[in-house]
């Protein structure tokens, strides 16, 4: 079967908000056995979403419609639904006794704009959102559905999940799939296409899907099977293949970050981690406890911006700074070393550079960025020499970080090119 997405919202298509939505209904959908083969972003008009609801359903199976379904009078999709599917608005009884029970266990009052969410088309099959105020909505024509959703994300994944994946699954006979990402770090699309060219022509003359999906700092291998799990065995084995030739690149599978791969190093060798941050504001640090449980090995951290705090927080001393800066091998060697000591942590991570736009000389240009790792046996540097986006640089920084720091853990260092 084939599928596709259809967001609403002029606030989409001028940018103030991202789709996320898209994205993660895609994967939810082909992780099943089902295909995307388009996904269109239209304003909130009349004319746009019959247009497009119009045109999807001739092509599709299925199509997936998020946004548009609050209180407020600008909400105009399931008016225009009703347009579309020649019928009317009723008063469902049981949505509205939902949505009361909704704000009666908030100790909110419900209001007329509230009550107007329980009128639903009576062409639908009404989709119990028990998470919000606006149900999801499953209508049929000619042997395709449309599913309408509310495009805020944790309403729209549970529809998803819990009311719309189902029924799609008891409706139609779904190909069978099977999926396996493998994660990479510290090397660019071009460069890990080279080193796999063999690997890669063998997947794909056994029949695999592989896919590139490149992002700052790393690349993920996507390998699929249309046989599904019978093929799980075989494309475990290419995957081991990889990661055994590969160690400084490969750091785990199917969409484990970084932090969470080196908090698993971590915990299993009972050693902790601490930072110090110049150029990155604490970004490196905030990135490690985005992980549940990084208190057991992160003890924390010192933003060292100016070269008084690097002074006075972590000990740098005053004729390191005057001889060679607060961007230089030497800086970052004392920021590691002072904060590993003042954080009485196994190891220190400690940054410092220039990361843009301004700021940088004819021998420390935008984007020259050092990287130090203090531990008990010393300390390992690295120089970055990255670009003149701010963000990027930043990103590509922290990124950069824990890959080197990974590798330190798993002794890999020796491996790097």
């Known amino acids: ?126 989709l119990a959102n028990d998470v919000g105020t606006a149900s999801g909505m499953w209508f049929e024509r000619n042997g395709s559905i449309l599913v309408s959703m509310p495009g805020v994300p944790y309403e729209m994944k549970f529809l998803m999940q819990e009311r719309v994946l189902p029924r799609v699954k008891k409706r139609f006979t779904l190909s069978e799939m099977y999926h396996q990402t493998l994660m990479t770090s510290g090397i660019g699309e071009s460069f890990l296409a080279e080193k796999i060219e063999t690997w890669e022509d063998e997947v794909r003359a056994e029949g695999f899907s592989l896919a590139y999906l490149p992002s700052l700092g790393g690349v993920k291998l996507r390998l699929t099977s249309m046989q599904g799990d019978a093929d799980k065995d075989k494309i475990d084995a290419y995957f081991k293949r990889l990661e055994k030739a590969l160690p400084y690149y490969v750091y785990g599978r199917n969409e484990i970050k970084l932090q969470e791969r080196i908090g698993e190093l971590l915990r299993g060798k009972k050693q902790t981690l601490s930072a110090v941050e110049s150029c990155t504001g604490g970004a490196l640090s905030a990135r490690i406890v985005s992980v549940p449980g990084s208190s057991a090995y992160y003890l924390g951290s ?56 301004d700021g940088g000389t004819a021998l420390k240009p935008v984007g020259t960025v050092w990287l130090a790792i203090a531990h008990e ?5 690295k120089k970055l020499n990255l670009g003149n986006s701010r963000v990027n640089n930043i990103e590509l920084t922290i990124n950069y970080s824990l890959h080197f720091f990974k590798n330190l853990l798993e002794n890999n260092l020796e491996l790097a090119e």
């Open 302 to 357: 010192f933003v060292s911006y100016t070269n008084r705090l690097k002074k006075e927080l972590v000990g740098v001393k005053p004729e390191t700074l005057v001889e060679f800066g607060a961007v230089s091998e030497e800086t970052v060697i004392e920021m590691a070393q002072g904060g590993r000591k003042a954080l009485k942590t196994d190891y220190c991570i400690s940054i410092s550079g220039v990361a843009g736009p």
């Open 1 to 126: 079967m084939q599928a596709e997405i259809i967001t609403i919202g002029d606030e989409i298509l001028i940018g103030q908000t991202v789709d996320t939505n898209s994205a993660w209904m895609g994967q939810l959908l082909s992780s099943n056995g089902i295909r995307i083969h388009r996904s269109t972003s239209i304003a909130d008009t009349k004319e746009e979403i019959l247009a497009a609801i119009d045109e999807a359903l001739k092509r599709s199976d299925l199509v997936l419609v998020t946004g548009g379904l609050g209180p407020t009078k600008d909400d105009i999709t399931k008016h225009t639904l009703c347009t579309y599917f020649n019928t009317t608005l009723e008063l469902n009884q049981e949505v509205l006794e939902r949505i009361e029970l909704f704000f009666a266990k908030r100790n909110k009052p419900m209001l007329d704009v509230n009550v107007q969410q329980a009128a639903m088309p009576k062409a639908c099959t009404v």
């Open 377 to 381: 046996k010393g300390v390992e540097t």
